[in-house]
């Protein structure tokens, strides 16, 4: 089993994801933690994880948990929601001392606590969907749900461009979504849930396309409170007096990450922070 250095209050959090799309939620980390520190890991090289295998997708998080483990991190966020669909529960196996927690759980969380009538739509990346990592989560708590999934990995490079917003962007939107909102379907969705950390980037667009009828969900503000109660649990909570630090990791093109994080991150990101690593030779010790 890998070994992780004694955890300690003043220890960051880790955060990974594919990419830029868990800088959503780093946004939701800060609001909520402001005081944590915190070391970010895209593992650029290899994005997009929705479109690989599940054997692939649990070596990837391995090797970006087993990475960020080794910067005395005292918590593990699972920014992405195919790793958090196909690897949380093998990480968590990887590393029982260390707390590890995706969005997949959260996000479900907060779809039914929105819900009205329990007629809950899923959109994420094929990986996810075709997992149905949401929808068990969802009848979990919710076993009368109501339950549409649909891909839609075309959202995460509109997103990643910049195009969030617009007649354009609307028809996409409208064409892929398409199959959950057809007026012919046995229930009308009353919630959908942006089950990938890029969508909430065109929130905008979907929500136009939806209508008021349908309410939005995405992890962030919940996967970022569901931290705090773990850190609170845990007696994790970091008692240094003001902001937390920002780290910077990625596995390929610090220069495009710092460009295209404008469109996920509220600050700015400098290039020349942005720190290049391998993460291809870590692996937990079992």
């Known amino acids: 089993m890998a070994e992780v250095a004694g955890p300690r209050s003043n220890h960051a959090i880790g955060v990974f994801d594919s990419g830029v799309g868990g800088l959503t939620v780093l946004n939701a980390l800060r609001q909520v933690l402001p005081e944590e520190h915190l070391v970010y890991l895209g593992d650029t090289a290899r994005v997009p994880y929705g479109t690989k295998s599940a054997l692939s997708v649990r070596r990837y998080a391995e090797q970006a948990v087993c990475a960020l483990s080794s910067r005395q991190i005292k918590a593990i966020v699972v920014a992405c929601n195919t790793a958090s669909a196909m690897a949380l529960e093998h990480l968590q196996n990887c590393y029982p001392d260390l707390p590890v927690l995706g969005v997949i759980e959260p996000g479900a969380e907060a779809a039914c606590r929105a819900s009205r009538l329990g007629h809950i739509g899923v959109i994420a990346t094929e990986s996810t969907t075709n997992n149905q990592a949401y929808q068990k989560a969802i009848l979990r708590l919710r076993p009368d749900a109501r339950i549409r999934a649909q891909a839609c990995s075309l959202f995460v490079a509109l997103a990643e ?50 209508g008021d009828t349908i309410q939005l969900v995405d992890s962030a503000q919940t996967t970022a409170e ?38 996920f991150f509220s600050e700015r990101i400098d290039p020349a922070s942005v720190e290049l690593v391998d993460i291809q030779h870590y692996t937990a010790e079992r």
């Open 161 to 210: 461009e910049g195009w969030h917003e617009g007649d354009l962007v609307e028809q996409i939107v409208a064409r892929c979504l398409q199959p959950l909102l057809l007026t012919d379907q046995q229930f009308p969705l009353d919630t959908l849930v942006l089950g990938c950390t890029h969508f909430p980037a065109l929130r905008k667009a979907i929500a136009s396309v939806v």
């Open 226 to 263: 569901a931290v705090k109660r773990e850190l609170e649990t845990k007696a994790l909570l970091n008692t240094e007096e003001g902001r937390g630090g920002l780290t910077f990791l990625v596995t390929d093109g610090p220069e495009r990450f710092a460009r295209v994080a404008t469109n």
